[in-house]
Structure formats: C-alpha cells, structure tokens
C-alpha cells in the first residue's frame, strides 16, 4: 500500500480503506486543514472575481437596475 505524509503534521499516512481521515492522519489534522481553509490563510490561485460593486456598476451604465 502507498504511504503518504499528512498536509498537516507530515505523519506518514497508508493510502488503504483503513486509513479513516487520508489524506490526513487524523481527524485533528483534518481540522486544522479545514479551519486554514475557512479562515483564508489557504487557497487555490486563480482570477479575482469582481465584487458586488462591479455588479452594480455594470447595471447602472447599461440603465437596468436590480433590487
């Protein structure tokens, strides 16, 4: 079976239907993963979207409104 390390804490975790949390090595791992995630100190790169005020821009230069 491929042994992996864990994103989090660099364990070495077995890539096997018995390993409950892989990628990670736990559900503590799995967690603090997570929360990067949620709290934005982790992404995947990739265009910036524009905002609500892009949106509301758009609509007023073409005379449509939304509401």
Do not use: Y
Request: a negative charge; glycine letters at 6%; charged letters at 25%.
């Amino acid at each position: 079976m491929p042994t992996f390390n864990c994103p989090t804490c660099q364990k070495p975790v077995d890539w096997s239907p018995a390993a409950t949390w892989r990628p990670f090595c736990s559900e503590r791992c799995r967690l603090i993963d997570l929360g990067a995630w949620i709290s934005e100190q982790r992404s995947i790169p990739g265009e910036q979207e524009p905002g609500p005020e892009a949106d509301a821009h758009d609509h007023e230069a073409d005379g449509s409104r939304r509401h």
